[in-house]
């Protein structure tokens, strides 16, 4: 592999690691921050709004790329948006507003933007095989900053927040660099010209983005349910589940993009890709039904099996350009991911007052059946593959 993508996946990690660590403590110290707002609400209602606001914030990211065309700008746009989430965090802290805060919050969760970055960034140097480590290494820094946070948690202050927030200026300032070197180097400026103006009347995009809400929204809402299904069931178990939860995500993040491309190289086809994804399914399905048959007895060991589906991230934001084509993959991974982060919003919204009202089984069943849903369109996403498709530049 190349130096300058070295270079450029190991900065994408580091830049972030640091942003969501920085993130991922809000939700942590939500109990002590309640305590300075001017809020008339619960605790328990404070914390669902920020979270659902933070949650809002992910899909606006997306949308935001897409309509300015950030692609077209990578370096640029991608350092004016760490800028601002980077000034927004040390706000955070010291706001006694309510409705500031859940503009803050907002404004933190189009951090996910830099998904779509990493993916077309590396769809756009490399080919197919190669882009998919490098790739998941750049994204697996989001589930890593979160896992992290739980660490950090305890030396949180205003001079290490501006510490923080400090590296990250660097570290997205050294990436954003990195990029446009590239670019200049490679001219590809012109990549997008002639693109079709939206891609949602094509199926693939609405069966990509099932396959991702299946990890952005219903698996991402657990750090919501879980530690709700606990507080009824057995508390003390909430800070050893929710640290499965963030580590064993990113954890098997890597082994998926790691894992993905071995069977690919084994396989010798693009169409061995889709072995990951149906299995790990499967196997997150079967978490679920433990949750719903065993309660709490064997809960760590379910929420290690129902993270086994992070393993499909790094292929999910690989295959873009392969089923889109040069000049529309760019628009589509906007656009599916769009749809894909709306469950951020939709997951707790319907899930929560569920299972208020019939329990937390039936929500466990829900989750135990998208897996399956996910697992098939992802089997008929292969038939969108174009092997001839790799019009790599690096």
């Not at 004016?80 to 980077?86: K, R």
């Not at 012109?190 to 009347?201: H, I, L, M, P």
């Not at 396959?211 to 057995?234: C, E, H, Q, R």
């Not at 709306?342 to 466990?364: C, D, E, K, Q």
Request: no cysteine; aromatic share 14%.
């Amino acid at each position: 592999m190349r130096p300058k993508i070295v270079l450029l996946t190991s900065f994408g990690f580091i830049l972030a690691t640091l942003l969501f660590v920085s993130l991922s403590l809000f939700t942590l110290v939500a109990p002590l921050l309640y305590h300075h707002s001017h809020v008339s609400v619960n605790l328990n209602e404070f914390t669902y709004i920020i979270t659902i606001s933070y949650f809002t914030g992910m899909p606006l990211g997306k949308i935001i790329g897409r309509v300015f065309g950030m692609h077209r700008h990578l370096a640029l746009s991608t350092f004016l948006m760490v800028v601002i989430i980077s000034i927004s965090i040390p706000i955070t802290y010291i706001s006694s507003n309510f409705y500031e805060l859940i503009f803050l919050r907002v404004i933190q969760g189009t951090s996910t933007f830099l998904m779509e970055i990493f993916s077309i960034e590396y769809s756009k140097l490399l080919k197919l095989p190669e882009r998919i480590v490098p790739s998941t290494i750049s994204i697996g820094g989001i589930p890593t900053g979160v896992a992290l946070g739980t660490f950090f948690v305890n030396y949180i202050s205003m001079s290490n927040l501006i510490i923080l927030v400090s590296l990250i200026l660097i570290v997205g300032g050294s990436f954003s660099l990195l990029i446009n070197s590239l670019r200049e180097y490679k001219n590809v400026s012109d990549e997008y010209k002639n693109a079709k103006s939206t891609n949602y009347s094509n199926p693939a995009t609405w069966l990509m983005g099932i396959v991702w809400m299946s990890i952005a929204g219903f698996n991402l809402s657990l750090a919501v349910i879980l530690p709700l299904y606990l507080l009824k069931t057995d508390p003390p178990l909430i800070n050893n589940t929710m640290n499965v939860f963030g580590i064993a995500g990113a954890l098997f993040t890597f082994l998926g993009g790691v894992a993905s491309y071995l069977i690919y190289k084994l396989g010798k086809k693009d169409e061995s890709l889709f072995l990951i994804p149906v299995f790990t399914y499967l196997i997150t399905a079967v978490g679920f039904l433990f949750i719903i048959f065993a309660g709490t007895k064997y809960l760590l060991l379910s929420t290690l099996l129902v993270m086994v589906e992070a393993m499909n991230i790094g292929i999910i934001y690989s295959i873009p350009k392969e089923i889109f084509g040069e000049k529309n993959y760019a628009n589509a991974t906007w656009e599916f991911s769009l749809i894909g982060s709306s469950g951020h919003i939709i997951a707790p919204l319907i899930l929560i007052p569920i299972a208020f009202s019939l329990g937390f089984n039936y929500v466990f069943l829900v989750y135990a059946i998208f897996p399956l849903i996910a697992a098939l369109s992802f089997l008929r996403i292969k038939s969108y593959m174009r092997t001839g498709n790799n019009y790599a530049r690096y």
